[in-house]
């Protein structure tokens, strides 16, 4: 069992920059491969990111790559989503999400409560 914890999200103009953390409790944060994802009002979920468990492979949504990065830190059981550029369609809820096996949008196994991010024009 894996519990996800999202941090970070709030309110920033356009053009801002924003970094959301997920925090991961158990021992094993180093063999799942996480994801970001959001979801904004009236809209279906979406992928935003993913990272391979090492974190030696990102993959990004073609309407954030070259603003957004996905990182993680082993570590600290620890991923990232930096924020650049920031639009108001980036407004959502992200959520971050863990996957046992080599996926990138799906199927993941465990999911955070999600963060809101707003981003006023």
């Known amino acids: 069992q894996v519990q996800l914890v999202e941090s970070g999200g709030g309110l920033v103009q356009a053009g801002g920059s924003l970094r959301l953390s997920c925090a991961a409790s158990?021992?094993?944060?180093?063999?799942?491969?996480m994801g970001w994802f959001r979801q904004a009002p009236g809209k279906e979920r979406e992928f935003v990111a993913a990272?391979?468990?090492?974190?030696?492979?990102?993959y990004l949504e073609n309407s954030v790559k070259g603003r957004f990065t996905i990182s993680r830190d082993n570590a600290k059981n620890t991923v990232y989503l930096q924020m650049n550029s920031l639009k108001p369609e980036d407004t959502a809820v992200y959520y971050c999400?863990?996957?046992?096996?080599?996926?990138?949008?799906?199927?993941?196994?465990?999911w955070g409560q999600g963060t809101q991010v707003t981003v006023s024009s």
């Open positions: 158990g021992r094993t944060f180093s063999v799942y491969t």
């Open positions: 999400a863990a996957a046992r096996g080599i996926v990138i949008s799906g199927p993941y196994d465990y």
């Open positions: 990272i391979s468990s090492s974190g030696g492979t990102t």
